[in-house]
């Protein structure tokens, strides 16, 4: 079954800089969704990448999903406190009956001021 | 444009009691899927319906059902509860299934005692 693995687990960074957050998958991703989650509550829907090489942008996060389509790479440029949070990858993994997707553990991001 | 509504936001239950979480997904969209949250497990994908009929189904016991209406609302079962059935639960809409970006709602937090 597939697997995604994110790294790194948790960082703590300072207001102001940049960081990135990266999600390899054991197999081929045919969609990589990136999520954020406060602590306990709902996940918000940041962006989906389905192309390899594709690359998506949303106020000052970036995600990209690489050619070989089996790793991404969530960047936050110049950082803010309500950056803070849970960030989830989350993969469809190909099958054909529907939607279901797997997730990696997180990568708890704190900003600290 | 509302989102995703799930309810009740929290629940307690006893071991063995069953329990209903119910879904109201975004107008217009027809895929209802449900996932799982702990600690220890991370999220993990129940099942998901489509044009009220069930299209996936994760690793979980029959303990677990589910169902979706007409109006694409959703509910879900767990019969004889148990301790280890405290979790987030959340729901996801989409509006295919498949492929398409995934919204979630806020959760149900199901606490079994």
Known sequence: ????????????????????????????????????????????????????????????????????????????????????????????????????????KGTTLSVSS | KAGVTQTPRYLIKTRGQQVTLSCSPISGHRSVSWYQQTPGQGLQFLFEYFSETQRNKGNFPGRFSGRQFSNSRSEMNVSTLELGDSALYLCASSPLTGGTEAFFGQGTRLTVV
């Open chain 1, 1 to 104: 079954s597939q697997e995604l693995e994110q790294s790194p687990q948790s960082l703590i960074v300072q207001e102001g800089k940049n960081l990135t957050i990266n999600c390899t998958s054991s197999k081929t991703l045919y969609g990589l969704y990136w999520y954020k989650q406060k602590y306990g509550e709902g996940l918000i829907f940041l962006m989906m990448l389905q192309k390899g090489g594709e690359e998506k942008s949303h106020e000052k996060i970036t995600a990209k999903l690489d050619e070989k389509k089996q790793q991404s790479s969530l960047h936050i440029t110049a950082s803010q406190p309500s950056h803070a949070g849970i960030y989830l990858c989350g993969a469809d993994g190909g099958n054909q009956a529907g939607t279901a997707l797997i997730f990696g």
